[in-house]
């Protein structure tokens, strides 16, 4: 059993950061790649960014230079580092995980991020 699990949403005004986490725990799991996306109300799920096992990173095109992924080592988590947020940054940030083994693709809940202006 996998367990993805979000933090750090919050509520902040145009022109500010944060930070959002995001670790992935389960009996043997080896990561492949993690990423966050995320869904605006009446949007579907985008890619926001994603980090692959060779550290390779991509962005989608509206948060390039204002959002940064990283992670820790051993790797067990990635984080969003978001600046300069935008009201249309504003929805709910999902992690997602994948495991190396199958291929397995693991979700987390979510963690709403409101951006007013």
């Known amino acids: 059993q996998v367990e993805v699990v979000e933090s750090g949403g919050g509520l902040v005004q145009a022109g500010g950061s944060l930070r959002l986490s995001c670790t992935a725990s389960g009996r043997r799991l080896s990561i492949l790649s993690m990423a966050w996306y995320r869904q605006a109300p009446g949007k579907q799920r985008e890619l926001v960014a994603a980090m692959t096992h060779g550290a390779n990173k991509n962005y989608a095109d509206v948060v390039k230079g204002r959002f940064t992924i990283s992670r820790n080592n051993p790797w067990t988590a990635v984080y969003l580092q978001m600046n300069n947020l935008k009201p249309e940054d504003t929805g709910v940030y999902y992690c997602?995980?994948?495991?190396?083994?199958?291929?397995?693709?693991?979700w987390g809940q979510g963690t709403q991020v409101t951006v007013s202006s």
């Open positions: 997602k995980a994948q495991s190396a083994c199958w291929r397995d693709e693991y």
